[in-house]
């Protein structure tokens, strides 16, 4: 019995689609997806109008379900998901396994070894990709599901696998910062943080960690800048993610850090008015894709 049967469909969380969406007329539409602890989420971007008219977000089952279970179980239902001919279609994973490295000292077929460093891939159950960013000159050399990195590439031959920080850098890298500071970027998730830090619109530090409690993510915070020589009182901190202004995590961070904010979404993007009352600083890295 395939896996779509066995594994029920995640609980939608928001469905928001704007009436301008033509499900018959898929090549006129991107599809972006982005798969990790906290579910999945799905956004769809008209091409002609550089505009997104569709985001929806799914609760994972439980942390035991493979992605691709939970993939599989929504596209056999969904009006979306289950649809092929799309314009361009682009997967981010999420998880805590990727490096980056210089696009210039990249050689393909040497992925394994240069993640090798910073996790140790099981082949059996994991595949190691690599996504070039032109702009950056950076490569970022990732593992993901192998189950699901096959079905992705059965169901959307064409399409692109990417790691989330791929979608982070492009997005933070097209915002309209200006100055040669370095800053630093948050994108938080389901008991998991990713710090980032830009001058210039290069990287200089990206990881991503695991908390548990919000002190666990103020520790990280704080030992990222200490680290970087960055001041909690002057530097500016801006968050994106899964949070609220009176979230337990968001007085921690406040309570500590003098200059935090929460960011906005991509610029030079449009957005459905169905998406008004979506924070705008929540599914950063969904929009993101549509940069990458």
Same mark, same amino acid.
């Given at each position: ?9 995640? *609980?939608?969380? $928001? ?23 906290? =579910? ?29 279970? $939970?993939?599989?179980?929504? *596209? ?29 000292? !990249?050689?393909? =077929? ?13 082949? $059996? ?13 950076? #490569?970022?050399? !990732? *593992? *993901?599901?192998? #189950?699901?990195?096959?079905?992705? $590439?059965?169901?959307?031959?064409? =399409? ?102 929460? =960011? ?29």
């Amino acid at each position: 019995m395939s896996a779509s049967v066995l594994t029920p469909a995640p *609980a939608a969380l $928001q469905r928001l689609h704007d009436e301008t969406l033509d499900l018959d007329n898929p090549s006129a539409y991107n599809l972006y997806l982005t798969a990790g602890p906290a =579910g999945l989420r799905i956004g769809v971007a008209d091409v002609r109008r550089n505009k997104f008219v569709a985001l929806e977000d799914y609760a994972a089952p439980d942390a035991a379900t493979p992605l691709a279970a $939970q993939l599989q179980a929504l *596209a056999a239902e969904h009006e979306l998901l289950g649809r092929t001919g799309w314009n361009r279609v682009r997967l981010a994973v999420q998880n805590r396994h990727f490096t980056l490295l210089p696009a210039s000292l !990249f050689r393909a =077929g040497d992925e394994a070894t240069y993640l090798r460093l910073h996790h140790n891939t099981d082949a $059996q159950r994991e595949q190691v990709l690599h996504y070039t960013h032109p702009g950056l000159e950076i #490569t970022n050399i !990732f *593992a *993901a599901e192998r #189950t699901l990195a096959e079905w992705f $590439q059965a169901t959307y031959p064409e =399409g692109r696998l990417l790691h989330h920080t791929s979608a982070l850098l492009e997005g933070i890298a097209h915002q309209n910062e200006q100055g040669s500071s370095r800053r630093i970027y948050l994108s938080i998730s389901y008991q998991e943080v990713t710090l980032l830090a830009m001058r210039d619109k290069q990287p200089e530090f990206c990881n991503v960690f695991p908390f548990s409690t919000p002190e666990d993510l103020i520790y990280y915070t704080i030992l990222v800048m200490q680290e970087l020589q960055l001041n909690p009182d002057q530097d500016v901190v801006t968050v994106w993610g899964d949070l609220t202004h009176d979230s337990e995590l968001f007085t921690i961070l406040r309570k500590y850090i003098r200059n935090i904010r929460f =960011g906005n979404r991509p610029y030079d993007l449009g957005y459905s008015y169905r998406l008004n009352d979506v924070f705008e600083y929540r599914y950063f890295e969904l929009y993101a894709l549509h940069l990458c």
